[in-house]
């Protein structure tokens, strides 16, 4: 059962769109995070946010953007998709590092530029 | 160089059949470390995570294992079965920050055959 909700799961769209990936949780988590990930590589953070209000840009430059306007809502952006842009897309949120709340993720979405 | 080395890249074993996943890291100051199960197409699922003073944890099949002083992690599946196949994935917290940033390995590519 999922606390944490990525849609679409997959998605094709052509070169120049715009996209919004969407990413909701229901735990009342502080701390949300985008993860790229390429087949057979690590994960990379692209984006995170500790709270309302609050976004950071993370490891991986990414053209995309992320707005955090409530706390169960972690939406991020591309403007104008680009073939490099194929990849999967984790949404996470964690609770506070002292409650040893483990990060929890959301089931991803297949974004595919042609 | 990544800091989460994980070895094998991929491992095929017969159903029924015990194996041990392996995981270095580099990080420091060390926080915690989590291993994950990662289907094809869906984001990580939490398996176990383990602190400093902690050198085992279970939960069912699985068994992970720490040496904090040598900073190696082993995942151990009991009696593999199909459903097993996945990408398992070690990830190691620091204590450097109050994101409590996460670093990733490759992850090892399990395939159980009947």
């Known amino acids: 059962e999922a606390d944490i909700y990525q849609t679409p799961r997959y998605l094709v769209i052509g070169t120049g769109k715009k996209i919004t990936l969407e990413c909701s949780q229901t735990?009342?988590?502080?701390?949300m995070y985008w993860y790229q990930q390429d087949p057979g590589m690590e994960l990379h953070l692209i984006h995170y946010?500790?709270?309302?209000?609050?976004?950071e840009k993370g490891d991986l430059s990414s053209e995309s953007t992320v707005s955090r306007i409530r706390t169960e809502h972690f939406p991020l952006t591309l403007e104008s998709a680009r073939p490099s842009h194929t990849s999967q897309y984790l949404c996470?949120?964690?609770?506070?590092?002292?409650?040893?709340?483990?990060?929890?993720f959301g089931s991803g979405t297949r974004l595919t530029v042609v | 160089k990544n800091q989460v080395e994980q070895s094998p890249q991929s491992l095929i074993i017969l159903e029924g059949k015990n194996c041990t996943l392996q995981?270095?890291?580099?990080?420091?100051?060390?926080?915690?470390l989590r291993w994950y199960k990662q289907d094809t197409g869906r984001g990580p699922v939490s398996l176990t995570i383990?602190?400093?003073?902690?050198n085992t944890k279970s939960n069912g099949r699985y068994t992970a294992t720490l040496d904090a002083d040598t900073k190696q992690s082993s995942l151990h599946i009991t009696a593999s079965q199909l459903s097993d196949s996945a990408s398992y994935i070690c990830?190691?917290?620091?204590?450097?920050?109050?994101?409590?940033?996460?670093?990733f390995g490759r992850g090892t590519q399990l395939t159980v055959w009947p």
């Open positions: 946010s500790y709270g309302v209000n609050s976004t």
């Open positions: 735990m009342g988590h502080d701390k």
């Open positions: 383990m602190t400093f003073s902690e």
């Open positions: 995981c270095n890291y580099t990080v420091s100051p060390f926080s915690n």
């Open positions: 996470a949120s964690s609770g506070h590092p002292r409650t040893r709340d483990g990060y929890t």
């Open positions: 990830v190691v917290s620091d204590r450097g920050s109050t994101l409590g940033r996460l670093y």
